[in-house]
C-alpha cells in the first residue's frame, strides 16, 4: 500500500500537455489581451473576467504580480491612498492605517490574493510569453498581438531566429509598466507619440493616471505605468491605488469598445 494513486509518467505529462494545448488554442481568439501581469493588468483582467469577457493575460516573467510583490526598495510592504483601500476591502487584503487616509498592508498578501481573485474571474494566463509586436488591421485598428517565449528575446541573433506566434483580440490593455512595451512599438512606426515618464509626484501622478487611462490608439488601451509613460505623467512611486484604479479604468474603457465591436 502506498499513500498515493499510482501513476503512469506518460500520464502526468500527458495532463500538462494535453490540459495546455486544449487552453492555448482555445485563446488564439479572445475578447481582451492584457499585455503584463502587474497591478493594473490584474485588477483590468478581474473585472473584465468579472463582466463575463474571455480574457487573456501574457507575462513575459513565470510569476505574475509585477511590481506589486516589493513595495519600494527592498522592502515587502505596500501603500494606497483613499480611496483605493476599497480594492483592498474587496478582496480581503488586511491593512492598517499609517496616517490619515494612507494605507500600508504585506506585499506578499496583497498580490497574493489579487492574482487569485484574477484566477477566481476565469482570467488565463500565458507565462514566460514575450510580446513582441501588434497585429495592426488596415484599418489602422490592433487587432492582436504577436508573441514568442520568452527568453528567445535575451538569446543571440543567430540561435533566436525563431519566429513568433499571433493571437486575435477585440482590445489589448498594454500594462506593460515604465517600459510600455507596446505602445512602443506603435511609436516605433510613427504611428503614436510617447512623452516618458515624468519625475516622481506622488500626491500628482495618482489622480493623472487614473484620469488618462483610455484609449490611446484604435482597439489599444494603455494603464499603470504604461499609461503615465505615454502621456508624461509624474511617476509614483511605491504607492499603489493609482495603480489598481487606473486597472479598473481601463476594464470599463474596454467593455465600451467590445461592446462597440459588437453592434458594428
Ligand atoms: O511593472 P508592473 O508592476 O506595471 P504596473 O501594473 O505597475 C507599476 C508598479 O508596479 C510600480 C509603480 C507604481 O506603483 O511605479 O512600478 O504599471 O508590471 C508590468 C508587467 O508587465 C510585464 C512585466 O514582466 C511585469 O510583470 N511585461 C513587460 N513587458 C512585457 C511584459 C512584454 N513585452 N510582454 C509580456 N509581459
Known amino acids: 500500500m502506498t499513500l498515493f494513486h499510482p501513476v503512469r509518467e506518460r500520464e502526468v505529462a500527458k495532463a500538462i500537455v494535453g490540459s495546455f494545448l486544449r487552453q492555448f488554442e482555445e485563446y488564439i481568439v479572445?475578447?481582451?489581451?492584457?499585455?503584463?501581469?502587474?497591478?493594473?493588468?490584474?485588477?483590468?483582467?478581474?473585472?473584465?473576467?468579472?463582466?463575463?469577457?474571455?480574457?487573456?493575460?501574457?507575462?513575459?516573467?513565470?510569476y505574475l504580480g509585477g511590481g506589486f510583490w516589493v513595495g519600494g526598495y527592498f522592502m515587502n510592504k505596500v501603500t494606497l491612498r483613499a480611496p483605493a483601500q476599497e480594492i483592498f476591502d474587496e478582496l480581503g487584503v488586511p491593512y492598517s492605517t499609517a496616517s490619515e487616509g494612507l494605507y500600508v498592508a504585506d506585499a506578499p498578501h496583497a498580490c497574493s490574493r489579487l492574482i487569485a481573485a484574477t484566477c477566481d474571474a476565469g482570467v488565463k494566463f500565458l507565462s514566460l510569453?514575450?510580446?513582441?509586436?501588434?497585429?495592426?488591421?488596415?484599418?489602422?485598428?490592433?487587432?492582436?498581438?504577436?508573441?514568442?517565449?520568452?527568453?528567445?528575446?535575451?538569446?543571440?541573433?543567430?540561435?533566436?531566429?525563431?519566429?513568433?506566434?499571433?493571437?486575435?483580440?477585440?482590445?489589448?490593455?498594454?500594462?506593460?509598466?515604465?517600459?510600455?512595451?507596446?505602445?512602443?512599438?506603435?511609436?516605433?512606426?510613427?504611428?503614436?507619440?510617447?512623452?516618458?515618464?515624468?519625475a516622481l509626484w506622488i500626491d500628482k501622478s495618482e489622480d493623472a493616471v487614473v484620469e488618462r487611462t483610455g484609449e490611446v490608439y484604435p482597439g489599444l488601451i494603455a494603464t499603470g505605468m504604461a499609461g503615465a509613460s505615454v502621456f508624461g505623467l509624474p511617476r509614483m512611486g511605491p504607492t499603489f491605488g493609482g495603480m489598481l484604479l487606473s486597472g479598473k479604468r481601463a476594464a470599463e474603457v474596454a467593455i465600451e469598445i467590445v461592446q462597440r465591436s459588437v453592434v458594428s
Open 30 to 62: 479572445s475578447d481582451v489581451i492584457i499585455v503584463g501581469g502587474g497591478p493594473s493588468g490584474l485588477v483590468a483582467g478581474r473585472e473584465l473576467g468579472k463582466a463575463g469577457l474571455k480574457v487573456l493575460i501574457i507575462e513575459r516573467n513565470n
Open 129 to 198: 510569453t514575450l510580446v513582441e509586436d501588434l497585429v495592426v488591421r488596415e484599418d489602422n485598428r490592433v487587432a492582436g498581438v504577436v508573441v514568442n517565449w520568452s527568453p528567445i528575446a535575451y538569446l543571440p541573433n543567430e540561435i533566436s531566429a525563431l519566429d513568433p506566434i499571433p493571437l486575435e483580440t477585440k482590445v489589448v490593455i498594454d500594462a506593460t509598466g515604465h517600459d510600455a512595451c507596446v505602445a512602443r512599438k506603435l511609436v516605433q512606426r510613427g504611428a503614436l507619440k510617447m512623452a516618458g515618464e515624468g
